[in-house]
């Protein structure tokens, strides 16, 4: 039997937390019912899909709490849930913050391959509601939606877990103006001790840092720092930093905005697996204070340590949050005073569009272009 597959199977017959998850999560977090308990959900429609299962808003029928209701899919699966599952729950029955989503159940249907995740409820997602409302954020609201997004990241590296698909449709929004982090199927956790090696093809092309694209098999929690610089001139742009659609057109668009990487500013860059292989001119310029020129001098500063080429000296989340752009005035504004909007959950699916989206261009990144 597959190690996934003994895995499962404990997980879904015991679900028996162990010393170290009682002490770090409340017991009510994520814990497992079988049988009943899918006919006490009502499902009130379907708020979307991915690649790993199918997404329903559901009625808890005793209490009439609203969830969002998760169907694992298992029809690419011989033997048991899919790592990738397997690895969300055990991360999210691990950990409780006010950032993070809360997994309320796992929940097992009448057949083993017919497993529900019960999550809180939450009326947005990120991406969609940038794509749905036109109305861009304030000052104040992109620092309140950056901060509780550092305090969420911050709270997994300190706990040694990075998440590896950070980006704007995993960031949720409630109408309390609460964001929460969620889907953990590429998270894992590491040993801060052991330099391992794991694979590079992970993050959604737009948010990948560049030593994955350039190979880098031992990377750190740097990777999601970077697409919390991509997240973050999101927030205020309200359009995706490098939308390429190969990995050779997000290293162009990265060096046009950025300048080209070189031993000088990372040390290290010409040893990286693939990085020959990318034909690069010499661009020596840093175009990110021209093209946001509605941000403070402070704002360029935190945007420019997290998109650092160079992941040793990237920004921490820690470091992030102790940046004077959050001191600046105007202040972050607080979550209840958030803006609401109708929820976004019906709203057209805009997957394709953003997929096929490119970044707004002007003259300057016609004469950026130009040396590519």
């Known amino acids: 039997m597959r190690e996934d597959t003994r895995l499962t199977a404990v997980l879904m017959k015991d679900a028996v937390p162990s010393a170290d998850e009682r002490a770090s999560k409340p017991s009510t977090s994520g814990e ?4 009943a308990g899918l006919s006490n959900y009502e499902k009130l429609g ?7 299962g199918v997404v329903y808003k559901a009625r808890e029928k005793t209490t009439g709490d609203i969830v969002a209701l998760k169907k694992i899919r298992m029809d690419r699966e011989r033997d048991g849930m899919p790592l990738t599952s397997l690895r969300e729950i055990r991360i999210l029955q691990r950990i409780t913050h006010p950032n993070v989503v809360r997994l309320i159940k796992v929940i097992q249907g009448d057949a083993l391959n017919n497993v529900f995740l019960a999550f809180e409820y939450c009326e947005h997602d990120l991406a969609r509601l940038i794509d749905n409302v036109k109305t861009t954020f304030t000052t104040s609201e992109v620092k309140s939606l950056m901060m509780q997004t550092l305090k969420a990241v911050e709270y997994l590296h300190e706990r040694f877990i990075f998440h590896r698909d950070l980006k704007l449709s995993n960031l949720l ?3 309390r103006g609460e964001l929460k982090l969620c889907d953990f199927g590429l998270a894992r956790a590491y040993d801060p001790l052991n330099k391992a090696s794991y694979t590079p093809k992970v993050v959604t092309l737009w948010y990948r840092a560049p030593e994955l694209l350039f190979g880098c098999e031992t990377y750190t929690t740097a990777i999601d720092m970077w697409a919390v610089g991509c997240i973050f001139a999101e927030f205020l742009k309200h359009a995706p930093l490098f939308p390429g659609s190969t990995e050779i057109e997000q290293v162009q668009m990265i060096c046009a905005l950025l300048g080209t990487p070189n031993e000088h500013i990372w040390p290290g860059w010409n040893a990286l697996p693939v990085a020959k292989s990318f034909k690069l001119p010499e661009q020596p310029y840093n175009f990110l204070e021209v093209n946001f020129p509605k941000l403070s001098l402070t704002g360029v500063d935190l945007l420019n340590m997290l998109l650092t080429f160079d992941p040793e000296k990237r920004a921490t989340a ?3 949050l102790e ?5 600046e005035i105007p202040p972050p504004k607080p979550p209840s005073e958030m803006p609401t909007y109708p929820s976004t959950h019906n709203a057209p699916e ?3 569009k953003r997929a096929g989206a490119k970044r707004p261009r002007g003259a300057l990144d016609e004469r950026i272009a130009a040396v590519f």
């Open 46 to 52: 379907r708020i979307g899909e991915g690649t790993y």
């Open 323 to 327: 940046h004077a752009y959050f001191r």
């Open 318 to 320: 820690k470091e992030a």
């Open 173 to 175: 929004l409630n109408q």
């Open 32 to 35: 497992t019912t079988s049988g």
């Open 350 to 352: 805009r997957g394709a």
